[in-house]
């Protein structure tokens, strides 16, 4: 049986949707009415009076029908629809009121909405591992020689792991490259060489098969791989049976020992498989070789702090031990997702505080409209009032009108929320991407739906805090529309401006940190130049000789197409590798500062430079000449030439082990910024024939560049066709423009200071829409005054100066706390700044004057209204 | 122990028997008695049930069109009778009232009140 109330509740909800019920009701006393005069005619009246008689006795239907009316209403949600539907249809009635209301909240929740959501799974939410909290990244760090950061020395990481106690485990990994062969297409394969321990620190399973065991990875035991699940599901179709099946990698073969479940990637998004490597004491060269990264899980219990001091410890133990290697070297402990998310973090945040500044103006706004609107209907209140409507039922209509808008908003704001939430992908830092995905869940529906309920209450009760019911009967009398709430409005407009400010100053500050970034010469030539990567096999002994014919035999094809102006090889193109370094030795300048102990080296063929633009500032271009049998040879650049003063073509290097032969500095070429477009050129570097090369290594090169006339993308299948032509088990990845390469340095940016503008716009037009709102109603509501002053000789000039005055008092005030705030919280924006100051003064004074241009642009109208008033109908309205 | 005051269901509805006085109303909480009675015989619409009820008691009870409608809407409403819409011998459309299982169940509780309120007025009446 069901209960009672849910009964009541259906049959009221039904009588409440459906039309029909009066109507029922009314039929049901008609047919009553009908029998009742139907019996009377039976006695033999006639049908007027049997009629008659029966209404007589019926007695007043109307009540019994409204008795049994108010039975079947609920008489709060009666009344609220009834509210709603008089909202819905007075907004109708004004809709670009609506609209802008609607639009301006939506643009607020929206945009702060979807940058919250992305904050949520980047910074909030943990990593997507197992208590990634307690995981950590150990780095090296040479801080005298200008290196925060510095990968990792087998030997230490050795090291390390024996003496460190503050570590459930610490493993150790190092990118490379696979080519995968044997079946369809050659591909370059982004991979890693993990310690066999690096799974169960992480704290993931494979989902098929084991992870590592631990003799695998020692020298002669490393045929062993792990695929990712995207590889698995790509290339092998998911097939469960291929554990224990060998694929081959680099020309080798590999048992699969496991597949990574779904969604795992470590350390990149483009990881997609890894082998085991075993480092021991016994095993590990040189401490000069520094490759490694270190990943450990801190022993629950034991602080940041205390992992910390424990490195000092031991790092300072080994600088002393290994004196030559480690001099100068210590240790730094950064917690994972610190390490992650870096630089992103102050990012996110300005763009969420950007984003929330929109909210608060557009709020702003809407309280404003609601108040000139409130008073403009103060007659329809005030009458309403007179005919006995409650004062809570006219604040609950309001209220209601207020909820319907920011509804609205809300609504349109959480679509809003979902198209950005998409495109701000590009914010999300590398080592993330892929892993985390920012959707909008039902938390931040509620943030939104709330926050725009929440302000609809607050818009809907403003305008009857305006206005006092006493003021409202005398309204009525046609009196009285002096207004009380002028200077709430002026607070208002006020708050806006300043709020503008901060936004458009920050958004100049950035906007001219990414126009310095796009004018820094990186040292090249980037337009027409297509790039490709081939990681090359590092098997055979024949290896060095094989790899150089591969690349004359590419080279000469390539030459041969018809658009192609010069192209070369090189170890890595500029962004795409951050190491690559080498012990330098002058020999003029045997004494060299510690930045300049390390320099890049990189094995080039002799168009590579020419190719992607370099300038030759002195001596001559590496050529074909420069081969095996010559004297060896480098150009330099011009950050080396520097520490030798004049002369320097002619003189003489040494690339790392004191035993390799001098090298004769032939020619000098202007910097590149190798590490990224906002690093200067801080380190030397060394560019030498592969033609000289005496060993199969990491240095041999393995990214082309090509310069074409015409556009590079349509050279793409062309070179892919002369690789394969030569090897065609040769793999071949990023083609892409060199411009895309650089301008893979700003994309984040870009996208932050696209936002930063779109914000920055709706702020600064939402301010104008608050000055002119606030100006209109400063003129409408003297316009009886004016037209008084008019009729008694005042200057119209005067007035509107007067006018104007007041404008300009609110406009100062605004830009004054606007400007104030920005300089006590420009500091933070610091991090995040090129070529530019935070406090830089043309950047505030810019937005200050844009702000104020905007403001009297809108403040103009309502002030030209003033001057033309007429005095008669002024009066006559009286 | 019964309370002759109880108003019962909360229905203040009254039907007043006759047209001639006063001493024909009814007590309070009895019309919706008499309709669960006269449903029980069978579904019916509004005009029927105060008919059947007049017919049966001889023209003693006669029910007030102004409460027999708001009686059987609060019914309604509380379960005990729900409604149809239906034709007529006469080929009209009439809303017809049948009873539910609360309404049965009422019925038989409130025919078991009404009794014994009877009795013991009737004892109370031949003792005095």
Known sequence: MIPIWLNRLRLRLRALLSREHDAELRNELQLHLDLLAAEYVARGMSATDARARAHREFGNATRVQETSHQLFTMPLLDGVWRDLLYALRSLVRGPSFAALVSVTLALGIGASTAIFSLIDVVLIRPLPFPGAEQLAVVWETAPRVGYPKVDVAPANYVDWVQQSDVFDGLAAYSGNAFNLTGQGRPERLDGVQVTPNLFSVIGVDPVLGRAFLSPEGTRGNRGFVILSHGLWQRRFGGDVSIVGRAILLNGESHVVVGVMPKGFQFPREETQLWTPVAYSAADTPTRN?????????????????????????????????????????????????????????????????????????????????????????????ALRFALGASRGHIVRQLVIEGIALSATG???????????????????????????????????????????????????????????????????????????????????????IAMAVIVVAATGLLVRTLINLQNVDPGFRTENVLTARMEVSSSGA????????????????????????????????????????????????????????????????????????????????????????????????????????????????????????????????????????????????????????????????????????????????????????????????????????????????????????????????????????????????????????????????????????QGLVWLATGTAVGLTITVLVSRGLERLLYGVRPLDPATLMSATLLLCLVASVAALFPIYRATCIDPLTALRAE | MLDMNDEGDGYSCQASMGDESRKGELLQGTLPLLILRTLDSGPSHGFDIARRIQQVSKSVLKVQQGSLYPALHRMELDGLIESCWNTTENNRQAKYYKLTRRGIRRLAAETERWQAIAAAIAAVLQEA
Request: aromatic residues 8%.
């Open chain 1, 542 to 805: 024949s290896t060095l000789d094989r790899r150089k014919r591969f690349y004359a035999e590419v080279l000469d094809r390539i030459r041969q197409l018809p658009g192609v102006v010069s192209a070369g090889f090189t170890t890595f193109l500029p962004y795409t590798n951050f190491g690559g370094s080498i012990e330098l030795v002058l020999r003029e300048q045997p004494d060299l500062p510690d930045a300049a102990k390390f320099a890049y080296r990189r094995e080039v063929t002799p168009d590579y430079l020419t190719a992607i633009g370099v300038q030759l500032v002195a001596g001559r271009w590496l050529t074909e000449h420069d081969t095996l049998g010559q004297a060896p040879v480098a150009v330099v650049n011009e950050y080396i030439a520097s520490l030798l003063g004049s002369g320097v073509v002619g003189t003489q290097l040494k690339l790392g082990a004191p035993d390799t032969p001098w090298i004769t500095i032939v020619g000098v070429v202007a910097n590149i910024r190798e590490e990224g477009l906002e690093t200067p050129p801080q380190r030397g570097t060394v560019y030498t024939p592969v033609a000289q090369s005496q060993q199969a290594w990491y240095f041999n090169p393995r990214d082309l560049a090509v310069r074409v006339s015409g556009d590079p993308s349509h050279f793409a299948a062309a070179i892919e066709g002369v690789v394969w032509s030569i090897d065609k088990d040769q793999s071949v990845s990023n083609v892409r423009m060199l411009e895309a390469v650089v301008d893979g340095q700003i994309r984040a940016r870009k996208t932050q200071v696209t936002l930063l503008i779109v914000f920055a716009a709706v702020v600064v037009f939402l301010s104008a829409l608050g000055v002119y709102g606030l100006m209109s109603f400063v003129v409408t509501a003297r316009t009886q005054e004016f037209g008084v002053r008019i009729a008694l000789g005042a200057d119209r000039g005067r007035l509107a100066a007067f006018v104007a005055r």
């Open chain 1, 289 to 381: 070789r520094r490759f490694l990264r270190v990943v450990g899980r801190l022993k629950v219990g034991r602080s940041w702090t205390q992992a910390q001091s424990e490195f000092d410890t031991i790092a300072t133990r080994l600088a002393a031990t290994y004196s030559e290697a480690n001099r100068g070297y210590e240790a730094t402990v950064v917690p994972l997702a610190e390490e992650f998310v870096g630089e992103a973090r102050a990012s996110l945040f300005l763009l969420e505080a950007a984003a929330l500044l929109v909210l608060v103006v557009a709020c702003g706004n809407v309280a404003g409209l609601f108040i000139t609107r409130a008073i403009r209907r103060r007659p329809e209140i």
């Open chain 1, 410 to 496: 809300g609504a349109i704001g959480v679509v809003v929320a979902l198209v950005t939430v998409d495109w701000l992908g590009t914010l999300i830092p590398p080592p993330l991407r892929g892993a985390v995905a920012p959707a909008l869940d039902w938390r931040m529906l509620v943030f939104a739906v709330t926050t725009s309920v929440l302000s609809g209450i607050v818009f809907g009760l403003a305008p009857q805090w305006a206005i006092s019911g006493s003021k409202l009967i005398r309204s009525l009398a046609g009196r009285g529309t002096q207004l009380p709430r002028e200077r709430v409005r002026a607070a208002l407009v006020t708050t806006q």
